[in-house]
């Protein structure tokens, strides 16, 4: 039994009730906003004494002072002459807290008098009703942190049914910018996710959108962790390494063959894949790039005709001039170029109840996605995508939109993401769940302006995606700002340091203005967590990620220069296989079109073959090399030497 | 008068008890004959008395020589309580509350002597002899003092109910002296640290001729200085104290004792800042004397307000009467 360290004390002033208490301590107790404390009472309610947690909210120190002018007084004027003073005034540390939990839960009544002990660990499993989801056999915890106390250190664990679903899902993080809060944080809780997802629940993977810096590009190499660090992943059984399995994806820059990401740098190309879309892919898509002053009724009827009977099938019609096979963007341009040429020459004014002016329309707009799109999209179509079907259990696939155009990030974002719902809709990805974290969530899912494609997809996933297994950790630095059904429906938010201003929103009145005032000063490393479970906030602290940090990785693993193409080949095949030579691959190359060499090489990282550069030679388009051309035989001249007739 | 919860619960149970035995008494429910006084305002009129100068041959003013010294390890106070529950026929029935308690300093901090617990004492007190129930001294778990006979004589106290009260509440005021005095000598008995006693240590001849306990007597009902030593009393300015004086004994033990003036009177009334201060006999009085007034002088801060006395109370009096306010 431990001493106790407050009594519980009410006033008419200040009554308890069934959701607060008052106590107060000796002035060198360890108590402290977000202390969790327990209660015990002194008389028997249908036989059990009751037992009440409570978290600390609220702190009030005073002594018997009536006026600051009595001190004044007492002093002389003079503070410096107070500490002469032969006593101390009598002085309370009074504590108003939150109840999180009364048993008996039934009859619920008012906080009764009693003893108030600092909250041991059982005791803190009790009061966040951990000890639910804690049983052996059927241990769903994932340890978010450490809450730490007066000496109680007590890892404090989420529900996986609740962060991942199917009973609730998705998780939220604010806070500041630049304080490592919202990566870090996230990082460090798919570790944890990753080391205690309980197997009965399935395989987990998780997509992470990088959109900004060298935030998420350095995940699969050590970070700089301390004493502290260690003890707390020791604590949490969380292995303090960096992940595992990581697989990055990432667009070509607009001009050059150089992937367009922060982590470029030769010595980590060994899992990054260029991440190109041909046509049919982004068709798909098209209203993410197009705005609603683009499609209208008309055009979008086209789009649509154009997706289910041109693209990959062979398209004739009488008014155009050949058949067409329209599978790249090129060819979609030869295909209106036809249309267009035919309706001016049979001066017509419509084709298959289309207008010309909506096809010159349309033709404009997807001509220039490959444009805005550049990198991305190819206009010659080789595809190199996610492994969508074949998703790997606890993998972490990034995505790195961060210098990408916004067009482009927002396709990659909806394809991405409906292409993991779509899989998972079929149960065929490859894992039963998958995290998809985005970050600045004010950008992509705000509370007013105009309702993108990017935004319905967002709320869709926060409504509908636990079902699925489509979980969504979201990130952003003003929780007031982003859409309410977004954040209202995450089962858990998470909050580091907080922005006065943001604090100021009305979202955060049901914070006492201690708990405001602790967010607005929260040290590196503490989190405030709210989970289903939980009826208060609770503050935890928790351990640096074990990965490289974004700035530290981006020092020492510069990105890499623009290359000439074959040196761009070379290092792609020679990521999938270290035997491949730049001779061997300037020699394959030889004289081909750069659309072949890229689209080989894309084929070749996507079907990651086991000989690699034998495939990439097979998938470049036959050539009859100089030296194998049979050169056509010439008749000799009749007659010989002797038959010179200007012989000698 | 306000009553604290626990006050009110102990007044329903003495209610309880006294209906008991007199089931046909008139509860009274209003304040109005309650008397909570903390002080010993309760006895003395105003009186001037001649001492004898044991300091020189006539009282003076003397500068108090060296700087304030924090010197007291306790301090002891008391409080009474007295309330008339009830009355029969004008007979009253006084509930009396005493307690007492020292307070100890603990890094500039004031905690409860771990010596001896607190006293906290709860009686009834009525004339026995005119509710016709003599020879009761004791009613479920209260303590029946009888106040028929004034002075533990036997001689009835009048049948007025004025009188009554007045002696019930003397007595209570007898019970709260006597907690003071149990504590008083058991710290001059176990403890060799000085001891601060708010009012005189003379009811106590142990206590009175301890070398530990000082008494200091804020009330000044009685003046022991008549013609010019008035005048010199009157005229201490801070951190002057008059000449060492004998007390007179009036019943009590002797004891040395001299005023001292804690703060600046120009302004305020003319007893501003001024006590009395009482010590044992024996020494070079005039050297205790300027010893203890700058153990006294030590006192002075930080202020005791809010509280009305703030000008001659010491803080480690006030919070013995918070706390013993708190308990009681």
């Given at each position: 039994m431990t001493q106790a360290l407050g009594r519980v004390v009410a006033t008419e002033r200040k009554p308890n009730t069934p959701h607060e208490f008052h106590f107060w301590t000796a002035?060198?107790?360890?108590?402290?906003?977000?202390?969790?404390?327990?209660?015990?009472?002194?008389?028997?309610?249908?036989?059990?004494?009751?037992?009440?947690?409570?978290?600390?909210?609220?702190?009030?120190?005073?002594?018997?002072?009536?006026?600051?002018?009595?001190?004044?007084?007492?002093?002389?004027?003079?503070?410096?002459?107070?500490?002469?003073?032969?006593?101390?005034?009598a002085e309370i540390r009074l504590y108003s807290a939150a109840v999180l939990r009364q048993i008996p839960e039934e009859p619920l009544q008012p906080v009764p008098m009693g003893d108030v002990f600092l909250a041991l660990e059982e005791d803190v499993n009790v009061a966040l009703r951990m000890d639910g989801y804690l049983r052996d056999g059927s241990n769903t915890g994932i340890p978010i942190g450490v809450y730490r106390a007066g000496g109680t250190d007590a890892t404090i664990f989420l529900d996986a049914d609740f962060l991942v679903g199917p009973e609730a899902a998705h998780l939220n993080i604010t806070g500041v910018s630049g304080l490592a809060t919202k990566t870090s944080a996230v990082e460090w809780l798919l570790s944890s996710l990753f080391a205690h997802f309980p197997d009965s629940r399935g395989s987990i993977a998780a997509v992470c959108f990088n959109v900004k810096g060298p935030d998420l590009c350095f995940l699969d190499l050590p970070g700089k962790l301390d004493d502290g660090d260690r003890a707390l992943y020791d604590k949490m059984g969380v292995p303090a390494r960096p992940f595992e399995n990581v697989h990055y994806y990432a667009p070509y820059a607009a001009r050059g063959y150089a992937l367009n990401t922060l982590r470029s740098n030769e010595a980590l190309a060994h899992n990054v894949t260029p991440l190109t879309w041909g046509l049919r892919e982004v068709l798909q898509y098209a209203e993410v790039l197009l705005n609603r002053d683009d499609i209208d009724a008309k055009a979008d009827a086209l789009i649509d005709f154009i997706t289910r009977s041109v693209i990959d099938q062979t398209f004739t019609d009488p008014m155009l001039s050949r058949s067409h096979v329209v599978q790249s963007f090129a060819d979609l341009e030869d295909w209106f170029r036809d249309v267009l040429r035919g309706l001016e020459n049979g001066n017509k004014e419509s084709w298959r109840t289309h207008h010309v002016a909506t096809i010159r329309k349309v033709r404009n707009r997807l001509s220039n996605i490959s444009v805005r799109c550049a990198g991305l999209v190819t206009d010659s179509g080789p595809v190199s995508d996610l492994p969508f079907g074949e998703f790997e259990d606890r993998a972490t696939y990034v995505v790195d939109v961060a210098n990408l155009e916004e067009d482009a990030q927002?396709?990659?974002?909806?394809?991405?993401?409906?292409?993991?719902?779509?899989?998972?809709?079929?149960?065929?990805?490859?894992?039963?769940?998958?995290?998809?974290?985005?970050?600045?969530?004010?950008?992509?899912?705000?509370?007013?302006?105009?309702?993108?494609?990017?935004?319905?997809?967002?709320?869709?996933?926060?409504?509908?995606?636990?079902?699925?297994?489509?979980?969504?950790?979201?990130?952003?630095?003003?929780?007031?700002?982003?859409?309410?059904?977004?954040?209202?429906?995450?089962?858990?938010?998470?909050?580091?340091?907080?922005?006065?201003?943001?604090?100021?929103?009305?979202?955060?009145?049901?914070?006492?203005?201690a708990t405001r005032t602790k967010l607005a000063t929260l040290e590196k490393g503490q989190l405030m967590i709210r989970h289903p479970h939980f009826t208060q906030p609770i503050f935890v602290r928790f351990p640096r990620p074990a990965v490289m940090a974004g700035r530290l990785g981006a020092e020492q693993y510069p990105q890499g220069g623009e290359v000439p193409l074959e040196v761009a080949v070379y290092r792609s095949l020679r990521a999938r296989d270290s035997s491949v030579t730049l001779q061997a691959v300037e020699d394959a190359i030889g004289l081909h079109e750069e659309s072949d060499i890229l689209r080989a090489m894309a084929t070749t990282l996507r079907e990651r073959p086991a000989d690699v550069l034998g495939t990439f030679r097979a998938r470049l388009p036959k050539r009859i090399t100089q030296s194998a051309q049979s050169r056509p035989s010439v008749a000799a001249l009749r007659g010989g030497r002797n038959d010179d007739p200007y012989g000698a | 008068m306000i009553w604290s919860k626990r006050g009110i619960?102990?007044?329903?149970?003495?209610?309880?008890?006294?209906?008991?035995?007199?089931?046909?008494?008139?509860?009274?429910?209003?304040?109005?004959?309650?008397?909570?006084?903390?002080?010993?305002?309760?006895?003395?009129?105003?009186?001037?008395?001649?001492?004898?100068?044991?300091?020189?041959?006539?009282?003076r003013a003397h500068r108090v020589i060296g700087e304030p010294e924090v010197r007291f390890a306790g301090f002891l106070d008391g409080i009474q309580r007295a309330r008339i529950q009830c009355h029969r026929n004008g007979v009253p029935v006084v509930l009396g509350t005493v307690a007492a308690a020292i307070r100890v300093r603990v890094d500039r901090r004031f905690t409860t002597w771990g010596r001896r617990t607190p006293v906290v004492s709860r009686r009834l007190y009525m004339p026995l002899a005119f509710l016709q129930c003599e020879g009761r001294t004791e009613v479920d778990g209260f303590q029946i003092v009888d106040t028929s006979y004034a002075d533990d004589t036997s001689k009835l106290v009048s049948r007025h109910p004025g009188a009554l009260r007045a002696v019930a509440f003397q007595r209570v005021g007898r019970d709260r002296d006597a907690a003071e005095r149990d504590l008083a000598e058991q710290w001059c008995r176990d403890d060799a640290e000085p001891l601060f006693v708010d009012g005189g240590i003379g009811g106590s001849s142990h206590v009175a001729s301890s070398n530990c306990a000082v008494g200091v007597v804020k009330s000044h009902q009685t003046l022991y200085a008549d013609g010019d030593a008035l005048d010199v009393v009157m005229g201490l300015r801070s951190g002057e104290r008059s000449s060492v004086f004998a007390r007179p004994a009036q019943g009590r033990s002797s004891v040395i004792s001299w005023y001292l003036r804690l703060r600046d009177p120009r302004g305020h009334d003319a007893m501003f800042g001024l006590v009395r201060i009482e010590a044992s006999v024996g020494g070079d009085v005039a050297a205790r004397a300027n010893e203890i007034s700058r153990w006294v002088l030590a006192e002075a801060s930080p202020l005791s307000l809010p509280d009305g006395r703030w000008d001659r109370m010491a803080y480690g009096i006030r919070d013995c009467e918070q706390f013993l306010r708190a308990i009681a």
């Open positions: 002035l060198d107790s360890p108590v402290g906003i977000g202390t969790i404390v327990r209660v015990d009472g002194r008389r028997p309610v249908n036989g059990q004494i009751p037992r009440v947690y409570g978290i600390v909210t609220e702190g009030f120190s005073y002594t018997d002072l009536v006026t600051p002018l009595h001190d004044v007084l007492s002093h002389d004027g003079a503070p410096e002459s107070a500490g002469f003073a032969s006593a101390e005034r927002d396709l990659i974002f909806a394809r991405v993401v409906s292409k993991l719902r779509e899989h998972l809709e079929r149960r065929d990805l490859g894992v039963k769940h998958v995290v998809v974290f985005v970050d600045e969530l004010n950008k992509y899912a705000p509370g007013d302006g105009p309702d993108t494609y990017v935004r319905k997809m967002l709320l869709d996933i926060a409504e509908r995606g636990r079902y699925l297994g489509l979980v969504l950790f979201s990130a952003q630095q003003f929780r007031s700002q982003v859409h309410k059904r977004v954040v209202g429906n995450s089962g858990t938010s998470v909050f580091g340091r907080m922005d006065p201003d943001e604090l100021a929103a009305p979202g955060y009145s049901v914070l006492s203005p | 619960s102990v007044s329903i149970e003495a209610l309880r008890a006294i209906q008991s035995l007199l089931p046909d008494v008139e509860i009274v429910q209003t304040d109005a004959p309650a008397d909570d006084s903390y002080g010993g305002a309760y006895s003395d009129k105003p009186q001037i008395s001649a001492a004898e100068c044991l300091e020189g041959r006539a009282l």
